[in-house]
T-cell receptor
């Protein structure tokens, strides 16, 4: 069966510090991968998606970036965090022939 | 206009009653629709999806799709306190690059014992 992992689970970072969040998927090959952000009490905002290694599409211009160095690894990064980057970051995967997306456990980020 | 809209709630439902959640979408190119449940502080988990007009039942959950009127609904029968959560509606647009889902803002449901 497929499993999706995210770490860390929670993170408190000062404004201006760098960020690296990691997402890995097990039990599948060539997944489509997605990064979402959910601000407190808000809906899901798609940040990036990837259909393959090294292929990244950005949905919202901001100070975040994403990379996919391996088939089942998706990384979200920032060089300098802003207060507005606080939120719940969710990674999701989708098998190539399906439309359903499955979410990881998420990383809660608080920027102070 | 938001592409997928939901009433934010909260929708208060007595235990044992039917909870009815609605979702409307603006893009007629939307092909399939998904309902996710999200407990406070947790990630969304898939409840069910629907592709065709009509009803689809899975246990206590029934999804209803009406493409002509561009709405999707979710019925929760015999509501339990454990059903208290935020329910997210999502639409998949066939033409969208990357096979993206567009999510509504979610409806918060409170089931009162």
């Amino acid at each position: 069966s497929q499993t999706i992992h995210q770490w860390p689970a929670t993170l408190v970072q000062p404004v201006g510090s760098p960020l690296s969040l990691e997402c890995t998927v097990e039990g599948t090959s060539n997944p489509n991968l997605y990064w979402y952000r959910q601000a407190a009490g808000r809906g899901l905002q798609l940040l990036f998606y990837s259909v393959g290694i090294g292929q990244i599409s950005s949905e919202v211009p901001q100070n975040l970036s994403a990379s996919r160095p391996q088939d089942r690894q998706f990384i979200l990064s920032s060089k300098k965090l802003l207060l507005s980057d606080s939120g719940f970051y969710l990674c999701a995967w989708r098998a190539g022939v399906q439309e359903t997306q499955y979410f990881g456990p998420g990383t809660r980020l608080l920027v102070l | 206009q938001k592409e997928v809209e939901q009433n934010s709630g909260p929708l208060s439902v007595p235990e044992g009653a039917i909870a009815s959640l609605n979702c409307t979408y603006s893009d007629r190119g939307s092909q399939s629709f998904f309902w996710y449940r999200q407990y406070s502080g947790k990630s969304p988990e898939l409840i069910m999806f629907i592709y065709s007009n009509g009803d689809k039942e899975d246990g206590r959950f029934t999804a209803q799709l009406n493409k002509a009127s561009q709405y999707v609904s979710l019925l929760i029968r015999d509501s339990q306190p454990s059903d208290s959560a935020t329910y997210l509606c999502a639409a998949h647009i066939l033409k969208a690059a990357g096979n993206k889902l567009t999510f509504g803002g979610g409806t918060r449901v409170l089931v009162k014992p």
